[in-house]
């Protein structure tokens, strides 16, 4: 589908071609660069691969949805969700775009440093901080937002011994229900995240809680992830502001200067087409909540997946073709070691397939129902089932597309099965694809190493022999 929004008319051409198309060309560029440049081959039967360009074009255009939405001026920080695409490249790629990170353990606040993210482009949230993270978050000066009140009276304590600098607001469940994929819908009555609003006691423990602490200055809802719908998205930013309304209402002063409406636009899966888009977001939750876009607060979204998903592909050899009881199989090299949701939740978490032949040109020619394998040694360790595409054969490559958030940089250990390299592209100057390395790919003597390599003899030393 053609949307206006991205028509370019080439002078004298009749040839209009979305972003998206322009994106689903590049990675048909890069899969064929990529056999052809030896990134993929027989001994390196599976990589992932990153579309530079439009890492930074989602980046602009999510910038762009939210410029147009409120006030020139008005502070808001594009916090990336670290969790979606824990990359170092990927995290200064961001960076460099104008965004900032949203970090939710020790590890992804290391990645976050690590790719040059300083305190005030930094948040953090997570629903089980130690003492010691809450204590560096503070001495740095990070944002955090306290996901109870027993997590509040640790950064109390902390506040009491040393006053920090760093933002601190108080993250809250608005409890709007959830969508179609119960495990990221965040907003459940009984989700684990955050103080449960509408349980009892709570919404007056919260606006007590700000009027004690001057110092608590933010607010955070995150409503969901994929398969959320919209509106509910934001009926819990609509939540999230009348509260914050109510707080600086009842504390008689704008203490809350900034809503942090957590990230969760879910990602179109089934083609190559971006929607919904950040305008189309940006535009609704104006017209729902046109109080929080008037200039009064600043804001800070985490979107992770709808920034990174659409520019990854896992692109995996087939390693032998096979039939069985009729069924066609393309046994590859993609599984759950970098498909995990989809393997094990295929329902949830479909992906689309894309058939490249051995020089990794797009294949053409009938289309056969088959089955897409992965190599971990048990049965359900399908990429995809019973799908129609271009047979698969010997040789030829599979190539999950959308798969650059939550999916192959997350690595499962399964069967042993190394991390594959993961490598940005770009068109170059001289119009073939260049490429590079984000992440090396795991070695053998890495496996056995982080599997207890030097600790082989533990168990044999202990008890009685
Ligand atoms: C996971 C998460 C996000 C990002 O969600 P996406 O669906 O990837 O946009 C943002 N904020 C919080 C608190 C999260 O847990």
């Not at 000066?141 to 760093?166: F, H, K, W, Y």
Request: glycine content about 10%.
């Amino acid at each position: 589908m053609l949307r206006s929004r991205y028509r370019t008319t080439s002078t004298g051409a009749d040839v209009r071609q979305t972003a998206d198309e322009a994106r689903a060309a590049r990675r048909d560029d890069a899969v064929r660069a990529a056999v052809e440049q030896g990134l993929l081959g027989a001994d390196v039967p599976v990589v992932g691969l990153l579309d530079a360009v439009g890492i930074r074009e989602s980046a602009r255009e999510l910038r762009a949805a939210f410029d147009a939405v409120v006030p020139a001026g008005t502070p808001v920080l594009h916090a990336f969700a670290v969790k979606a695409a824990p990359l170092v490249g990927v995290l200064r790629l961001l960076g460099d775009a104008g965004l900032g990170a949203e970090v939710a353990s020790p590890g992804e606040l290391a990645l976050a440093r690590a790719a040059g993210f300083g305190p005030r482009a930094t948040v953090l949230d997570s629903p089980a901080k130690t003492p010691a993270e809450l204590r560096e978050a503070l001495a740095l000066g990070i944002a955090v937002n306290a996901d109870n009140p027993q997590e509040l009276a640790r950064i109390d304590a902390l506040m009491r011994s040393a006053p920090s600098t760093s933002p601190l607001g108080i993250r809250i469940n608005p409890q709007v229900g959830g969508g179609t994929i119960e495990s990221t819908s965040t907003a459940t009555a009984t989700s684990k995240f955050g103080v449960a609003l509408r349980d009892e006691g709570a919404r007056e423990w919260v606006i007590g809680a700000y009027a004690e602490r001057p110092w608590l200055t933010r607010l955070h809802a995150h409503t969901g992830s994929q398969g959320v719908p919209l509106t509910l998205m934001a009926r819990g930013v609509a939540e999230a502001y009348a509260l914050a309304e109510e707080i600086n209402r009842r504390v008689g002063r704008r203490q809350i200067d900034t809503v942090d409406i957590g990230g969760g636009l879910p990602v179109h899966y089934a083609s190559d087409e971006t929607t919904p888009t950040y305008a189309q977001y940006a535009g609704l939750l104006r017209e729902a909540v046109p109080g929080l876009f008037d200039g009064r607060y600043g804001l800070v979204t985490e979107f992770g997946r709808s920034l990174l998903a659409k520019q990854g592909t896992l692109v995996a050899r087939v390693e032998y073709a096979k039939h069985a009881g009729g069924r066609r199989i393309a046994v590859t090299h993609a599984g759950v070691q970098v498909a995990t949701r989809t393997v094990y939740a295929p329902a949830a978490w479909p992906l689309r397939i894309a058939a490249y032949d051995a020089k990794g040109r797009v294949k053409g020619g009938p289309e056969v129902v088959q089955d897409v394998a992965g190599p971990a040694c048990f049965s359900g360790d399908l990429l995809a089932r019973g799908r129609s595409l271009p047979l698969l054969e010997q040789g030829d490559y599979a190539a999950a597309l959308d798969t650059g958030a939550y999916c192959f940089i997350h690595h499962y250990a399964y069967n042993s099965l190394p991390r594959p390299a993961v490598y940005g592209y770009a068109p170059g100057a001289d119009g073939r694809v260049e490429f590079a390395l984000v992440r090396a790919a795991q070695s053998v003597e890495s496996i056995v190493a982080e599997a207890g390599g030097a600790y082989a003899d533990a168990l044999t030393s202990l008890g009685p022999r």
